[in-house]
C-alpha cells in the first residue's frame, strides 16, 4: 500500500504562482510513474503531467510551457511547479502513482486562482 499526501495549494492571483508537493510512503517511489491530475466542480478529472521513473515527462496541452513536474527520489515527492496562473486552473489537484495496473491516488489538494 502507497500513501500519497499532497500539499501546497491555496488561493493565487492570475499570474501567480504556487508549487505542489506530493509525498510518497513505501521504498518503491523511484518506480512509479508519477502524475498530476485535476478536477473542476462538474467536470472529470484530467491529467496535467507525469514522470516516469525514468524523469521522461508528459503534459497536458493546457499547461504546456506553465506547469513543471519534476521528481525527488530521495525524498519521496513529486512536484508541480505551476507559473502563470489562469482561472481556468482553478481546480481539486490529486497526485497519482502507478506502477504496471496497479494505481494510487492522493487526497487531493485544491487551487483556486482569481483576483
Known amino acids: 500500500q502507497v500513501q500519497l499526501v499532497e500539499s501546497g495549494g491555496g488561493l493565487v492571483q492570475p499570474g501567480g504562482s504556487l508549487r505542489l508537493s506530493c509525498a510518497a510512503s513505501g521504498s518503491m517511489f523511484r518506480l512509479f510513474v508519477m502524475g498530476w491530475y485535476r478536477q473542476a466542480p462538474g467536470k472529470q478529472r484530467d491529467l496535467v503531467a507525469t514522470?516516469?521513473?525514468?524523469?521522461?515527462?508528459n503534459y497536458a496541452d493546457s499547461v504546456k510551457g506553465r506547469f513543471t513536474i519534476s521528481r525527488d527520489n530521495a525524498k519521496n515527492t513529486v512536484y508541480l511547479q505551476m507559473n502563470s496562473l489562469k482561472p481556468e486552473d482553478t481546480a481539486v489537484y490529486y497526485c497519482?502513482?502507478?506502477?504496471?495496473?496497479?494505481?494510487?491516488w492522493g487526497q487531493g489538494t485544491q487551487v483556486t486562482v482569481s483576483s
Open positions: 514522470i516516469t521513473s525514468g524523469s521522461s515527462t
Open positions: 497519482n502513482a502507478r506502477l504496471g495496473s496497479g494505481g494510487y
